[in-house]
């Protein structure tokens, strides 16, 4: 019901932004912005993974992607084990014990952790150990805190135990043959807890997606140069860089590019070449000196531009096309992704587009992060003719509070904030409604 729910909304969240940019006024050459449910859908639909496989150490795997299924050889545990320190008994041995009438056994043999266990005489029992195997014929585990020790060296017991009792099954957690992580799979610290559980020394994983990003603008320096009068630091090289790292991409950063057609082009030819995707912020708006759109329509082409979203509209989706070269990567296109120059804009569509088009890319199939419902604490009376993005933070009540400045420039409300909330075209928020809310830490893990 909660899957069934959750479509249902974004179906018509789909229909209102659609029916929300086709309302927007544009001029007769450019056609209508799309719905970011629809933006979306075409990068995803476009994207294809990257063909080559490595075969690597499993400590070394961690934030790579499955290209094949882990398949257990074994059963975890491959043995029934002991859940406790106690001691291992035929149930039927103490079927009589009680407080009044304690039974005591004999101890016949001492069972640690990864040693081996002989069968259990009937009438004894043995001292077994948390994860020690389960001695044959034994079928209980009595704690040893529900056992005293007796002076001539025996175990009494003062109530019978059920059989099974604190006995971890042989296969409970694992079962030989299953898939236990599917192809596609982004590996986390208890993923790799898990192959290496089964024995898997290697893993076999798509190669890292090759980026290659640059910005564009005049008025860009970088942090430790002297700010000259005109000029901004380039804040969009630091957040870009960091969430590319976090999708473990191997990344090529070309820098700061001139604002000029031929400069443009020179560095998309170069990095079309060795390069999965090409992604540039800045220069993809409607400027003279936004150069970077007529560029990559120049060296390939421009499938997707300006998204009806707020902040982030003038995003970019195309390819480059790749000249001759020796290495296999040289055929055909690199993908390109341009995103806005504004600070809050580039950062809102890397997460929204970027990161879900890369993971795609790697093989990722469940790409959508959890949106959360919650109670908005704050008022907007009028919505925005597009899909809006509010930079949202959970307040001690377990509501939502509104950054009070949404500027696309405002870099101070992502860091206040702890994620977005989605808000649909023209629609006003008030207090006590239930809003669409997306944590940063979906968005970036």
Wanted: proline content about 6%; hydrophobic content about 45%.
């Amino acid at each position: 019901m909660r899957a069934l729910v959750a479509t249902m909304n974004a179906s018509i969240i789909t229909r209102r932004t659609r029916r929300a940019s086709e309302s927007m006024s544009t001029p007769a050459s450019r056609p209508p912005m799309l719905a970011t449910a629809e933006a979306l859908g075409i990068l995803l639909a476009a994207a294809r993974r990257v063909d080559d496989i490595e075969s690597i150490d499993t400590l070394d795997a961690l934030g790579r992607v499955l290209a094949a299924d882990v398949v257990s050889s074994l059963d975890v545990p491959p043995m029934h084990t002991s859940s406790m320190d106690g001691y291992a008994v035929r149930s039927a041995d103490l079927a009589d014990a009680s407080a009044a009438r304690p039974v005591a056994l004999a101890v016949s043999q001492r069972v640690p952790a990864g040693h081996v266990a002989g069968p259990l005489a009937a009438g004894t029992a043995a001292r077994v150990f948390t994860g020690a195997t389960v001695p044959p014929g034994a079928d209980a585990i009595v704690m040893q805190e529900m056992a005293s020790v007796t002076e001539d060296g025996r175990v009494a017991f003062e109530a019978p135990p059920a059989a099974g009792e604190w006995i971890t099954r042989q296969g409970a957690d694992i079962r030989k043959g299953s898939v236990i992580l599917p192809a596609g799979t982004r590996l986390t610290p208890q993923a790799l807890g898990l192959a290496a559980s089964v024995g898997c020394a290697r893993l076999d994983v798509v190669r890292r997606t090759r980026v290659a990003v640059f910005f564009t603008g005049d008025e860009l320096t970088m942090p430790g140069e002297p700010l000259k009068e005109g000029a901004i630091y380039n804040s969009n090289r630091f957040t870009l860089r960091t969430l590319l790292a976090k999708l473990d991409c191997d990344v090529t950063d070309l820098g700061i590019v001139p604002d000029r057609l031929d400069a443009t082009r020179e560095t998309l030819r170069g990095a079309a070449r060795d390069h999965d995707l090409i992604l540039t912020c800045g220069g993809v708006s409607v400027g003279e000196e936004d150069h970077v759109k007529p560029a990559v329509e120049a060296e390939g082409r421009i499938s997707m531009w300006q998204i009806a979203m707020k902040p982030g509209k003038p995003l970019a989706f195309g390819a480059v096309r790749r000249g001759e070269g020796e290495q296999k990567e040289a055929a055909g296109e690199a993908f390109f992704i341009g995103l806005p120059g504004n600070p809050v804009s580039s950062f809102c569509t890397f997460l929204l587009f970027v990161r879900p088009f890369i993971l795609r890319l790697a093989g990722v199939d469940a790409v959508a992060p959890r949106v959360y419902s919650m109670r908005a604490d704050f008022t907007q009376k009028k919505g925005d003719r597009r899909n809006e993005f509010l930079r949202a933070r959970v307040n001690d009540a377990g509501g939502l509070d509104v950054f009070e400045n949404q500027s696309s420039a405002v870099l101070t409300s992502t860091v206040w904030g702890d994620g977005l909330i989605d808000n649909p075209p023209n629609h006003a928020i008030s207090a006590g409604e239930i809003v669409r809310f997306i944590p940063f830490s979906e968005l970036m893990r």
